[in-house]
């Protein structure tokens, strides 16, 4: 767990409730971090003076530390990987993983737009929903379709 909170604040600051989305979702689902695991984790990595945390509008901003990101490069290259055994089991999860991460900022980006830009963006993403439920169901979509022919 501490490894894990670690990596994700080296890349951003989060919320604890933000960190155990972005695990379930590195995992493909396959690690569900509880609070009870990543609260304590946390308050253990602040007294250690790797984290820094802010209340931020009733929630608690955690943010890596000069110390933490020292204390990453130092230890970076012995530490395991705590994504590894869940990708791995997922086998193909981590490359749609990486595809769902492709889409996360011009969303984020295009949440901030104007009505039609955020309206757009809403039937594109259903009308992605509405084809991977038809892939998981087995029904032709426009790509199989067409390597058929």
């Keep these: 767990m501490r490894t894990a909170l670690l990596l994700l604040l080296a890349e951003e600051p989060m919320h604890g409730y933000q960190l155990m989305q972005a695990i379930t979702e ?27 945390t802010v209340a931020q509008g009733g929630r608690k901003l955690a943010t890596l530390t000069d110390a933490g990101q020292a204390y990453l490069q130092t230890h970076g290259e012995t530490m395991p990987d705590p994504f590894g055994e869940f990708t ?36 594109v993403l259903a009308e992605a929903r509405r084809a991977l ?14 390597s058929e022919q």
């Design 88 to 123: 791995a089991r997922c086998g193909g999860g981590s490359a749609l993983r990486g595809a769902l991460e492709e889409l996360r900022y011009p969303t984020r980006q295009l949440a901030l737009g104007d009505p039609q830009q955020v309206q757009a963006a809403r039937r």
């Design 26 to 52: 590195r995992t493909s689902g396959a690690w569900r971090p509880s609070p009870g695991a990543v609260y304590p984790t946390l308050s253990q990595l602040e007294d250690e003076g790797l984290i820094d």
């Design 133 to 146: 439920y038809l892939i998981l169901a087995g029904a032709p979509t426009p790509d199989n379709e067409a």
